[in-house]
């Protein structure tokens, strides 16, 4: 085992199961969309809708997508929220076993590599359709002083984002609309100032909302919001509901 490396310690141990349980009645998952990150001009954004759903079923509007991971790194989860919360809870806990037995923090390269080999494990509840999970990964990079985004996919490889990334059932309908306002807008995404990155954060959920069922819009009667974190040099910090309904009632006319 190598030193820090807290999964091997735990499959050592006999506490991560070598195989995991089939699903033989064909159950429906409970699935989550949708989720994005976007680069401006002082880090990153990071943001998911709230809508859990089981095939044409809204099970939960209030599901929380992206997680804080460490002070300077956070997941956004599409897909199952039963695999994905365990996977962000064992990222969680290998960064901090690796800080307390290292007394230094894990480089982004190795929490990179851990995130991995936790996609890489969840593969077989992936393959029986029943635990699948494409997380964007997101942190502050202080060697370069910039937000960094990543897209995994099913296998754990890894595809950096320059300055931006989406993903879920609604991520196709956005993409494209990121494209062009990065290549084409003015300025593009990753010198925007936060406040325009979060109008466009917002806007870009509601377009998911109107064209896909899975993806749960603003509901101002249920106060239900959308997660939106910011990930810069001062830290993490989530934008309170406050500040969110004030994007929507001055740039949005949604209230």
Known sequence: MVDGDFL???RERGMLPATPAMN???TPAIEGTTVLAVRFAEG????GDRRATMGNTVV???ADKVLTIDDEAA???SGSPAAAYEIARLLEMSFQHYRRTQLQPLSLEG????LSRLLRDNLPLALQGIGAVVPIFAAFDRGTGNGRIYFCDLLGAQFESVDFCATGSGSHIIRGALYYLNRWGEPPLARMDEA???ALVLRLLETAAAYDTATGGYRPEARVFPQVVRISAGGIAAIPETALEAVYRTELALV
């Open 44 to 47: 990153v954004l990071i943001a």
């Open 196 to 198: 325009a990155s979060l």
């Open 60 to 62: 939960h509007d209030r």
């Open 8 to 10: 091997s310690l735990l």
């Open 24 to 26: 033989p009645s064909g």
């Open 111 to 114: 929490k990179l590599r851990v």
């Open 75 to 77: 997941l956004a989860l």
